[in-house]
């Protein structure tokens, strides 16, 4: 089925507005949107949620002509819900208590796979003809709409395992026949790694042997760790990247952001890892600049201010060490316990992503 | 051209044996033998030509059925020039003296390329119709005949960027024009790593996206540090390995070798690393078993326990945690200072081997 070319979009005054300069002269593009295919993302608690924002406003930032989709469970609060919507085009909560029964059975045993079935569930999203799922840590870099030129299931290398694909970034066709037999692969075999990407990597089992086309240039979910396992060939193509994927324990949300110099701090990033606190600094920039002002909308910073010190210049996430336990989570994002404070000129920030850019 | 079926090779009694036995009765198979291709490999020093040896030995003992090559430079004593002899079919000394003026220009410019343009070498063997090039710290597990089935350039993702292949394993055919073209690149584009990888992979730039069939399993060119960075991929596939590459600085011959237990011995060797281990003590045993008898036939033994201790049961590669410069190397060589020491029962040994093995 061909997609639809049912409307146009404004002109987006993100990331991108410079490209369509022309002098002083802005020109609106209409580009063609295709409403029956989205991006879909995922998130199981407010943390997570954080990510999400990022990514779904770094797609937006890029112009894409997809729906933004987010899959969220019952642990999402309330106050997390209102700003999804402001950036996604739907918020769909998913109840693993709708599965069937056999489901059910399978996660007495296997409580771990919740996750896991969670995240299938994108494979029931039939009002759409292809979809582009991707990790909420993930960010993107540039527009990447022709990622829905590709077909079912086309995913770039795992970089510990490059027989794998690394399940961060996927294109899938959603399917209620494809979803059930996932599903019933998940109860029967389990997961490899306990986790979706050996269930998704048992299921496509041909994808490292097939077709090369399924395999997505790996600058399309670049691991922030192989900066550091290949340099050479980071240096080499690592200014090509589309998607950066924060894998491992360290996610953005976890370091703590100066908003006066665009940088995050952290004792542990070296001169080393420039590279990689450039991706983090433009993941805050994004939460600074286009996520925060969702959360003012919402009017919880009076409130917040009243609490802390209104001098800080630090940007910072609650429960930033240690994950915390999704009631936890709920309980204190419902008492309004978030620590961004007020708002800063922008001026240096600006100036370092304009260099990111370039 | 179709490979010609000339020869054939008897029965090797090698590790492979068991599965040739009927009852007690070992039954002879004739197999073709393809003496117009050849598995390759490259020793630039006396250290690496152990490598070489045991990767030699480990691809008889699985009963290849092509020619087995090295190449060398003038930095490889006339000991271990004798030794290679024993186990390759060829020994080709590479001069980069007798290369095109360019070649001397550009090395005057980058000398770190000289190891680089002797691996290109590996296109000039024209007398082959194909090959099979593998790293001196790669060893060999099973048969692997059936990669000349593929064709240039196949070889396998790296794990650090696998959008690049790993330059320790691959398919390639030799031909003049193509090196001519490869010594053109290098001295034009250098390499992004420094090193072959680099250069061979901006030469084939299009193996990421280009033929599915140029890419050969991971499982043929299993980079031992993999074992740590997606373990529950290693525990699902990595009993079906077929050639371990111990990449990293940590290369077998920097261990020691405990030949009563059939161990290697290290401090740094935890019980995680379990597999990891398993595939240094097949290195040694077939270093122990097979390599150190050509030694001893050059009659280099006898001299050297009347300087060491006969007791111990310890085996070394002298030199063994700083690699030396080229010059020291040879020089003790060529003093036959080398730390092999008699021979032990290898009841444990062959039965640690078995249980691998099954």
């Not at 007495?108 to 029931?124: D, S």
């Not at 692969?185 to 979706?196: E, R």
């Not at 805050?284 to 010190?309: C, G, R």
């Amino acid at each position: 089925m061909r997609p639809g070319l049912n409307s146009v979009i404004p002109l987006c005054y993100g990331l991108c507005a410079k490209h369509e300069s022309l002098g002083e002269r802005v020109v609106a593009i209409h580009l063609p949107f295709f409403t029956d295919q989205a991006f879909v993302t995922l998130a199981t608690n407010d943390v997570y949620c954080q990510g999400a924002l990022v990514l779904g406003q770094s797609l937006k930032n890029h112009r894409i002509t997809r729906k933004l989709v987010i899959l969220i469970t019952s642990q999402v609060s309330s106050l997390l819900r209102d700003v999804l919507y402001k950036v996604f085009d739907e918020v769909i909560e998913v109840n693993l208590e709708d599965s069937a029964d056999y489901v059910h059975l399978a996660l007495l045993k296997r409580p771990e796979l919740g996750v896991t079935f969670t995240k299938l569930h994108c494979w029931t999203l039939t009002h759409y003809s292809k979809c582009v799922f991707m990790d909420a840590d993930t960010l993107v870099l540039c527009n990447i709409d022709e990622l829905f030129d590709r077909e079912e299931l086309s995913a770039a290398p795992d970089s510990g395992w490059p027989d794998c694909f690394n399940s961060g970034v996927f294109v899938f066709r959603p399917s209620l026949e494809t979803h059930s037999l996932l599903m019933q692969h998940a109860v029967k075999c389990g997961s490899f790694d306990g986790a979706d990407q050996g269930l998704l990597n048992s299921f496509f089992s041909n994808w490292a042997t097939s077709d090369i086309r399924k395999h997505l240039p790996f600058l399309y979910n670049l691991s922030s760790s192989t900066i550091y396992t290949y340099r050479p060939a980071f240096n080499k193509f690592g200014s090509d990247a589309k998607v950066v994927h924060f894998l491992g324990p360290a996610k953005p949300w976890h370091y703590k952001y100066n908003r006066q110099t665009g940088s995050v701090i952290s004792e542990s990033l070296t001169s080393e890892s420039q590279h990689h606190v450039s991706f983090l600094d433009l993941w805050w920039k994004i939460y600074d600049e286009s996520i925060v002002p969702f959360f003012d909308k919402l009017q919880h910073v009076a409130e917040l201010e009243s609490q802390e010190q209104t001098v800080s210049k630090l940007l910072s996430i609650q429960q930033k060490v240690k994950e915390p336990s999704a009631e936890d989570e709920r309980r204190k994002w419902e008492e309004g316990r978030v620590d961004y404070m007020g708002k800063d000129a922008f001026a240096r920030i600006q100036e370092k992503l304009d260099r990111f850019l370039q």
